[in-house]
């Protein structure tokens, strides 16, 4: 059974940080694509950020690039994103996916977790 489980989320000021993380239960965690997705009401789900099974490559929205990188630590079977220069527009649930193809469609993963909720005020 897989299961995706976020964490880190919070409320912040704009300009502030918050590191969200991704622990993933599955055995061959190292063969998996991971990424990121947020959510704002009213808005569709969009691509955040991905990283391919091997760590060595990544691939970010223009809206995050630059603040947002996403690494995994293959030992811990987790994902990370670091959130920095936070704005009030990246309010959203975040969610974690992995998958056996790396892509900015949500249809692309085959699994994800429940959410963490991130607040930005200005």
């Known amino acids: 059974q897989v299961q995706l489980v976020e964490s880190g989320g919070g409320s912040v000021q704009a300009g502030g940080s918050l590191r969200l993380s991704c622990a993933a239960s599955i055995r061959t965690f190292r063969n998996y694509n991971m990424a990121w997705f947020r959510q704002a009401p009213g808005k569709e789900r969009e691509f955040v950020a991905a990283i391919m099974w091997s760590g060595g490559t990544t691939y970010y929205a223009d809206a995050v690039q630059g603040r947002f990188p996403i690494s995994r630590d293959q030992a811990k079977n987790t994902v990370y994103l670091q959130m920095n220069s936070l704005k009030p527009e990246d309010k959203a649930v975040y969610y974690c996916?992995?998958?056996?193809?790396?892509?900015?469609?949500?249809?692309?993963?085959?699994?994800w977790g429940q959410g963490t909720q991130v607040t930005v005020s200005s």
């Open positions: 996916a992995a998958g056996r193809v790396t892509g900015s469609y949500a249809g692309s993963y085959d699994y």
